[in-house]
């Protein structure tokens, strides 16, 4: 089936020439009527560039044991393959969203794409783990400009209900990327080994530049002020220090060693960028935003998915590949998880429901209960019996992952659009990292403590190793506590983001 085609056609379908007529802005973006085609290719090349992050974050875990035992490396080197792309991707939209409302949304988007696709194919050609986890941090940097420029012009579209379906469309697309991300992932490694995961990743940023990069709007916000680099500089340096900590805790402990500075050099951050920003006549995050309860609402809503779907994205396969399965079945089996949240928001963007705060509370709520029966089925036994609780888990996440783009811009005004989307594509991968962080340490806790075992043969597991034959009980109790945990955060995330959605 042609997904694209499927979103592109259904789109244009749900757009009426009586919006074109109403909202003549064609500084902000062309008339649809008019501009069919233009507007399909913008459409498309946005939704392939969303498409290619999610896939990238999944593919470097599935490409993570191969690069290990290419390199001969079990150690931290090798977690840095997904956590320095996920630390800088996490730390930057926000400054990039705040870019693209001055010096042009188009610009940074095309800027981000560009830079993905050379930096993808540099990665194919790294000689060495290091250089490698040098270049993730950097493709982290273009994609958070592709991130916050992509959606940053579909936030110019003039009226509520399109704009609110454009938004369901890169729910979908980014269900589309975690769907069969490992899938594509999986195949690519084993035609070019790993270096052929970099590879397909560049393939589609170029087929985004080919489809329609060329055809996105210009557009900039005509009072956003001075671009605050004290501001941006402050708030990058205390999301890496924190995302640092989170992935150092594991080999030393919350408070020992680099820990301990890096957890200082948070909270000083922190105070001097709170302090910079109610000073600053034109400040990068807007604290006023933070005032809304809905708005603080919709950020908790992908620190909810975090915990109940992202960190699975790479908990799941990895330790499918490491109770000895192969790559390919991994992600195969994998699709169980992500595939629903690829058709999920595909069918909210056609229904557009009313209540959507029970929606949401609702749909974390089953994703909860198949964490439950997620940590009753390990691992190394049947591959069926894991089916219907990833199946659970991947409904239940779908139903906030396909609302909740579209809520991060309806609740702010449209003149800060770029900030809003920046500051909601902030928190949505800085959790990202920092959860991801957060439960593999936890994971490797609980091995450690089960297993009486030491704390590297626990995080060479965490990453994907081999399991010892005598460590499989402790393996399987780990997760079985490790999923209640997530269960039960997911369900009281649910329980506080129903209070702050609701009706007042």
């Not at 890496?240 to 989170?246: E, N």
């Not at 990202?432 to 043969?457: M, P, R």
């Given at each position: 089936m042609d997904y694209y085609g499927y979103f592109l056609g259904s789109y244009s379908a749900w757009v009426?020439?009586?919006?074109?007529?109403?909202?003549?802005?064609?500084?902000?973006?062309?008339?649809?009527?008019?501009?069919?085609?233009?507007?399909?290719?913008?459409?498309?090349?946005?939704?392939?560039?969303?498409?290619?992050?999610?896939?990238?974050?999944?593919?470097?875990a599935i490409a993570t044991p191969e690069l290990g035992r290419s390199f001969q490396n079990t150690g931290p080197a090798l977690s840095w393959v997904v956590n320095a792309f996920m630390m800088v991707f996490g730390a930057l939209p926000l400054i990039a969203g705040a870019l693209a409302d001055r010096i042009g949304r188009r610009r940074v988007f095309r800027f981000g794409v560009t830079g993905f696709a050379l930096t993808g194919v540099a990665l194919a050609l790294a000689p060495s783990l290091l250089v490698i986890d040098l270049l993730r941090g950097l493709q982290g940097v273009f994609a958070a400009a592709t991130l916050a420029g992509g959606t940053a012009v579909l936030a110019q579209i003039p009226d509520e209900g399109p704009r609110r379906r454009a938004f369901s469309m890169i729910g979908a697309t980014f269900g589309l990327g975690l769907a069969f991300g490992p899938l594509v992932a999986g195949w690519a490694l084993s035609l070019g080994g790993w270096r052929g995961v970099f590879l397909a990743a560049s393939a589609l940023a170029v087929a985004s530049l080919i489809s329609g990069a060329g055809a996105v709007p210009e557009s900039r916000a005509p009072q956003a002020g001075r671009f605050d680099a004290p501001g941006a500089a402050l708030f990058a340096g205390?999301?890496?220090?924190?995302?640092?900590?989170?992935?150092?805790?594991?080999?030393?402990?919350?408070?020992?060693?680099?820990?301990?500075?890096?957890?200082a050099a948070f909270v000083l951050l922190l105070i001097a960028f709170i302090a910079w920003e109610r000073r600053c006549p034109a400040p990068m995050f807007d604290l006023t935003l933070l005032r809304d309860p809905a708005f603080l609402g919709v950020q908790a809503l992908p620190v909810a998915t975090c915990f109940g779907f992202v960190s699975l994205l790479v908990i799941v396969p990895v330790q499918l590949i490491g109770a000895g399965h192969s790559e390919v079945m991994a992600a195969a089996i994998s699709l169980a998880l992500s595939a629903p949240v690829f058709l999920v928001p595909m069918l909210l963007a056609r229904f557009s429901p009313p209540r959507r705060d029970r929606l949401i509370a609702g749909g974390l709520s089953l994703a909860a209960l198949g964490l439950f029966a997620l940590g009753l089925t390990p691992f190394d036994g049947s591959l069926a019996a894991l089916i219907p609780?990833?199946?659970?888990?991947?409904?239940?996440?779908?139903?906030?992952?396909?609302?909740?783009?579209?809520?991060?811009?309806?609740?702010?005004?449209?003149?800060?659009?770029?900030?809003a989307t920046g500051m909601f594509s902030t928190v949505r991968v800085a959790s990202?990292?920092?959860?991801?962080?957060?439960?593999?340490?936890?994971?490797?806790?609980?091995?450690?403590?089960?297993?009486?075992?030491?704390?590297?043969?626990a995080s060479g597991i965490v990453a994907g190793g081999a399991v010892p034959r005598a460590l499989h009980p402790a393996v399987t109790e780990a997760c079985r506590a490790l999923f209640w945990g997530l269960a039960a955060l997911t369900l009281l995330m649910a329980l506080l983001i129903r209070r702050r959605l609701g009706p007042r």
């Open positions: 009426s020439p009586r919006t074109c007529k109403e909202f003549p802005m064609t500084h902000v973006l062309p008339p649809l009527a008019r501009h069919a085609a233009t507007h399909r290719r913008m459409v498309l090349s946005i939704c392939l560039a969303a498409a290619v992050m999610p896939m990238t974050f999944t593919g470097g205390l999301l890496c220090s924190l995302t640092a900590w989170a992935i150092l805790v594991p080999q030393s402990g919350l408070i020992a060693g680099p820990q301990g500075l890096l957890i609780a990833l199946l659970l888990i991947g409904l239940g996440s779908g139903l906030p992952w396909g609302l909740m783009d579209g809520l991060a811009i309806e609740v702010a005004p449209r003149d800060k659009a770029g900030v990202e990292g920092i959860v991801l962080a957060l439960v593999s340490a936890i994971y490797a806790g609980l091995i450690t403590w089960l297993g009486g075992t030491d704390s590297a043969t």
